[in-house]
């Protein structure tokens, strides 16, 4: 059985500051990572994908890769309480099905002003 | 352009009864993906359609749940009967290529009394 885990929150953190979410994937095989948004009742949104070992960087977004520990996390930085939403970590699948993603539960995010 | 669209956005129905969900992927987008979030749980991948073709439906609980996609465009998936652990968001996602992450509907909650 395929996992994702994600501490599921809540993570508050105050306007401003860093976030920090981190994500565990038990799949050796994986190849492609995602972070998704999602604000309550809405569809997940994707907000950065990251495909090799190292940092990716996109704005205010940073998504970290290590794929010899199986980690995965993304930094916000100078948080804005926009960014409240339950941050989802998606890893594809190895071999044959690597179209299909293998989603954690969630981290949920709440940015105090 | 259009993102992904699906109604209803709610439907509460009776054990029992039948029920279609539909999904309007993103005009030119091949790859097309059910995926569903019961209460607590991850969202878990149901099927796969490339083009009108079903690539991957590994992930249908069992044989109440049909989907289709007339001519590669849009799909149902019709829940016939509905069973009360078939309720949660049930999510559709489209995408030109696999492995860069796929757009999101705003999905589907479907409850089953």
């Known amino acids: 059985q395929k996992e994702v885990e994600q501490n599921s929150g809540p993570l508050s953190v105050p306007e401003g500051a860093i976030a920090s979410l981190n994500c565990t994937y038990s799949d050796r095989g994986s190849q492609s990572f995602f972070w998704y948004r999602q604000y309550s009742g809405k569809s997940p949104e994707l907000i950065m994908s990251i495909y090799s070992n190292g940092d990716k960087e996109d704005g205010r977004f940073t998504a970290q890769l290590n794929k010899a520990s199986q980690y995965v996390s993304l930094l916000i930085r100078d948080s804005q309480p926009s960014d409240s939403a339950t941050y989802l970590c998606?890893?594809?699948?190895?071999?044959?099905?690597?179209?299909?993603?293998?989603f954690g539960k969630g981290t949920l995010l709440t940015v105090n002003p | 352009e259009a993102g992904v669209t699906q109604f209803p956005s709610h439907s509460v129905i009776e054990k029992g009864q039948t029920v279609t969900l539909r999904c309007d992927p993103i005009s030119g987008h091949d790859n097309l993906y059910w995926y569903r979030r019961v209460m607590g749980k991850e969202i878990k991948f149901l099927l796969h359609f490339v083009k009108e073709s079903k690539q991957d439906e590994s992930g249908m609980p069992n044989n109440r749940f049909l989907a289709e996609r007339t001519g590669g465009t849009y799909s149902t998936l019709k829940v016939q009967p509905a069973e009360l652990e078939d309720s949660g968001v049930y999510f559709c996602?489209?995408?030109?290529?696999?492995?860069?992450?796929?757009?999101f509907g705003s999905g589907t909650r479907l409850t089953v009394v």
């Open positions: 996602a489209s995408s030109q290529e696999w492995n860069y992450g796929y757009t």
């Open positions: 998606a890893v594809t699948e190895s071999g044959g099905s690597n179209y299909k993603l293998t």
